[in-house]
């Protein structure tokens, strides 16, 4: 103990100078960051600790955004560092080895993983300016309304259901999506941007996030399938489960996920899978390791059709770990399951307490992949996890190594009864039908390939290992089809996901250094000259121009970037999209124009002089004195 002293005392002053480092200095705290995702001593080897620790990240970190900001504006990044922190001094005061992770060769495929992610999302990264970010981010439909919930969190510092009033009294728009992935960006952003700005500039931040979090999980998907195989695996088999990971996560649906604005989906698809992966072949789990698991099952609520694909991943350990617990560690994880089942719950009262059944049955643009296709790549994996498992040393007996085998079930039997509801309800297969199929694709296709290793790994203890021709000759097909992977099977634009990954990061490129960006300059500019979100919920943007962005989609921006989505301003979405199907129809616009006005408290902006034009002829000067026409010159905040 005498001599622990010293350590103790040094150990802790070192610890106080790095935290006021990073309570005084943002690069600091990014730097630091990055580092404890590897200190954190959650596992010895280095793949499975950083495996881990990202789940934590991902899974349990948005709840911090609840804190009240005693700190200042970076509260809940500074208590998640500082707790990193303290866990990793005390683990070095105990021995100096346990925060010194176990380095494997094939640890470089995590290395690889984060460079080619960096690579292929690079433009997000460092955006010139808000402008520039905006026309990378209008690239998918879906980043508007996603950057409105993170903008809002990101000023108010706090989340659902703590968030103030609206700008109306309708109510904030989004008061019913779950916004555990929106929080998590906050945290992220405080971690590594550190104090919010303006809005214009909290775009650059979300494209930013954006990035960050496209690179947190293709780290987070390879390390998760590095460490659930055996290390003696052969080399060649580890590099096509990372082909198969990364074709997933780079390519197709990560690449499109990105540029649609659906990374949320994305994150809650891999949640059943990492946490499948944590969990294979390990006796007994740890309080940190169960931790991580209920994070992931949050995650998955955030996105409710995926949650019975984490549950089912996790239950059956859940409840070994419940029997198998004692005194305080039982208590402990009745409190973590207990605030597992409050907030996933609370998430999905949110998604359905108003027209469960209609929402299920929404319409709208989705990348898919064909029925047939589906079913057989699902059959083909649920094929290849058996023969895995039975291969597996004879593993096959316990309950909880079938579990691969239940996901795999369960994720067919969504697709199959979700497809059945739909046909049965409206004829035909919708947006969520595609979405859950897509993620059982996801999830079959991670799950075959540590299968298809394991069967590998068992073959080899026997047998030893495979002539080297062979093996990589066997290697090298199996990665050059899963660099094709479910790019190939698109319904629309099929193509390689290797060729997606490429297309992705060339078209935000383009979109970045574009000069032509008047559609968002607009909007820039019109939000910039709008002095209260008051004001903006009652001002509808009506862009009707030819070089305007989709009239809905340019007024969901202006909305967004004023703060004032509200339910009011977007009960004119659906009128807005008829608009955009015709931009020439200026009688309709006119006609919903007038509409609008019959509220004495509504304003209008119109973008095309023709438009203007027919309602000076139309409108009295009453209404007239309501409506405003801007021109589509590209603002200082777009041009490069």
């Known amino acids: 103990m005498g001599r622990r002293r010293p350590v103790a005392v040094l150990l802790a002053a070192v610890t106080g100078i790095v935290l006021l480092g990073c309570a005084l200095s943002e690069a600091v705290t990014a730097v630091w960051a990055v580092a404890l995702i590897v200190l954190v001593p959650t596992a010895r080897r280095l793949d499975r600790r950083i495996a881990v620790n990202l789940s934590l990240l991902v899974g349990c970190s948005p709840v911090l955004i609840w804190l009240p900001p005693v700190i200042g504006e970076r509260t809940a990044a500074l208590t998640l560092v500082a707790l990193a922190s303290a866990i990793s001094a005390l683990s070095i005061l105990r021995s100096g080895r346990a925060v010194v992770p176990a380095v494997h060769r094939s640890d470089c495929t995590i290395v690889v993983a984060a460079l080619l992610a960096m690579a292929a999302a690079s433009p997000l990264r460092s955006p010139a300016n808000p402008g520039s970010a905006m026309r990378m ?62 809005v214009p500039n909290e775009l650059v931040t979300y494209a930013r996030m954006q990035w960050a979090l496209y690179v947190v999980l293709a780290v987070l998907t390879t390390a998760a399938l590095m460490q659930s195989i055996p290390q003696q695996t052969f080399t060649p088999v580890r590099i096509s489960v990372l ?3 990364l074709s997933l996560v780079l390519g197709v649906p990560g690449a499109l996920n990105l540029m649609q604005g659906h990374l949320s989906f994305l994150l809650a698809t891999l949640s059943a899978p990492v946490i499948h992966l944590l969990v294979r072949g390990r ?21 409710m059709l995926v949650l019975p694909l984490a549950c089912v991943a996790a239950g059956p350990h859940v409840w070994s770990a419940w029997r198998a617990a004692r005194g305080l560690r039982k208590v402990g994880l009745a409190c973590g399951v207990a605030a597992t089942a409050v907030v996933s719950s609370l998430m999905i009262w949110q998604s359905v307490k108003e027209s469960p059944t209609e929402h299920v049955v929404m319409d709208g643009p989705v990348a898919a992949v064909g029925v047939a296709a589906t079913v057989v790549v699902l059959l083909g994996a649920l094929v290849v996890v058996v023969g895995g498992h039975v291969a597996g040393a004879g593993a096959w007996r316990s309950a909880t190594d079938r579990v691969g085998l239940m996901i795999v079930l369960t994720a067919l039997a969504e697709v199959v009864c979700l497809g059945a509801f739909q046909v049965y309800a409206t004829g ?20 075959s390939a540590v299968a298809a290793a394991e069967l590998v790994a068992a073959r080899q203890a026997v047998l030893g290992p495979p002539r080297t021709i062979v093996g990589v000759l066997g290697a090298a097909i199996v990665a050059v089809v899963a ?16 060729s997606w990954a490429a297309a992705t990061r060339e078209q935000l490129q383009q979109r970045a250094l574009s000069t032509s960006g008047s559609g968002a300059g607009v909007v820039l500019r019109l939000s910039g000259e709008v002095t209260s979100p008051s004001m903006a919920a009652r001002t509808t943007l009506v862009a009707t121009a030819e070089s305007d962005l989709s009239p809905a989609y340019a007024n969901q921006w202006f909305h967004a970037l004023t703060r004032s989505r509200t339910v ?24 919903l124009i007038e509409r609008l006005l019959s509220d004495p408290d509504q304003r209008v902006v119109v973008t095309d002089p023709a438009l203007s034009q027919r309602l000076l002829r139309e409108l009295t000067p009453t209404q007239m004195g309501r409506v ?10 777009e041009t490069p």
């Open 283 to 303: 006796p007994s789990l740890a309080a940190h390791e169960l931790a991580a698991i209920l994070g992931l099952v949050v995650v998955a609520a955030s996105w």
């Open 243 to 245: 082909v198969v990971g």
């Open 428 to 447: 035909e297969l919708s947006y969520y039908f595609w979405k859950v199929s897509m993620a059982a694709l996801v999830v079959g296709l991670l799950l």
């Open 137 to 198: 981010l209008t690239a998918g439909w879906d980043h508007a309304s996603h950057f409105s919930m993170f903008v809002e969190q990101r000023l108010l510092l706090t989340a659902p259901p703590f968030l103030p009033e609206a700008a109306d009294r309708s109510g904030f728009f989004f008061d019913q999506y779950p916004q555990w992935f929106h929080s998590l960006l906050v945290v992220m952003s405080q971690l590594f941007v550190g104090a919010s700005a303006d």
């Open 483 to 498: 660099s094709a992977g479910l790019g190939v099977g698109l319904q629309h634009y099929p193509a390689s996901s290797l």
């Open 568 to 591: 009011r301003a977007g009960e004119i979405d659906d009128d807005l999209y008829v608009l955009g199907l015709d931009r020439s129809n200026t009688a309709a616009a006119a006609e």
């Open 628 to 637: 405003t026409l801007v021109n589509g010159a590209p603002s200082s905040e």
